[in-house]
């Protein structure tokens, strides 16, 4: 009878390690992913000891967002965290009792997920990296770099739901630096080397990328892409530069995962998302590649890079 006890009350406890489903459209090996893991041991968790994390990811498919989403939620995790506005349209309709935490979102109020940045409603907090003032320090950087530049192609992921968002705020930007850029939308991989194609067509200057998980997923394809056209490109995340690309200017990414584990720890003591205000960006970084720049023939004009938070010699 002893024995009997001590198992049920063994499994009771096992029972109560709680269990994580994290939806990606990148692999959990990337740097962001390890700032989540260390913002959880920050708070006392240690993966395969008192959590569990089941991570799922795309491989660059987007369309397999929804049955991973779902398998999640069959197997009863206790929170969901996301990356992306596509992943969590696909863990919302996914479930609506589950808690989902956004480590990044790109405007979770104009794409319906939530009610409001400080009362979000419903089953999903988090944070977001919507900053609209990012296009248009971009924009101004490259303008900086790229002597008597006048012409910007943006390639853009027309899938995002931010797309309109971000388009509306680039061109706001574009016409107060008096530049003209022209959008490139992409739906696949396969639609890059035209985008590159159309860019050199139009006499474009410079190349710069709008936010989007998918074009992070392909980022090293872009990256050769843009080498081989020698079009000086500005990045929205550091992991194009970390592998080769020109510059980016943007949300640091890894912080916004390490305080996702925040949110993951508060829903697991028993807040409710839709109590729990999404937080927006507070750290930004500029990464300079400095040997792509020798590459391309580009000489980065010493006050720029002054004002780099990380140089790639």
Partial sequence: MLLFLCATADAQQAKKVPRIGFLLQTPPTEPQVEAFRQGLRELGYTEGKNIFIEYRHTEGKPDRLSGLAAELVRLKVDVIVVSGALATSAAKKATGEIPIVMA?????????????????GGNITGLTNQAPELGGKRLELLKEVVPGLSRVAIISDSTNPVFTLQVREVD???????????????RAPSDFDSAFAAAKKIH?????TLASAFLSAHRQKLVDLAEKSRLPTMYHNSGFVEVGGLMSYGVNTPDLYRRAAVYVDKILKGAKPADLPIEQPTKFELVINLKTAKQIGLTIPPNVLARADRVIK
Avoid: C, N, T, Y
């Avoid at 990044?104 to 979000?120: E, K, N, Q």
């Avoid at 706001?172 to 992409?186: F, G, P, R, T």
């Fill in 172 to 186: 706001s930007a574009a016409q107060a630096l008096k530049l003209q850029i022209q959008i490139l939308e992409v």
């Fill in 104 to 120: 990044v979102a790109g405007d979770p109020v104009g794409s319906g997920h939530v009610d409001s940045l400080g009362r979000p």
């Fill in 204 to 208: 474009a200057g410079a190349v710069g």
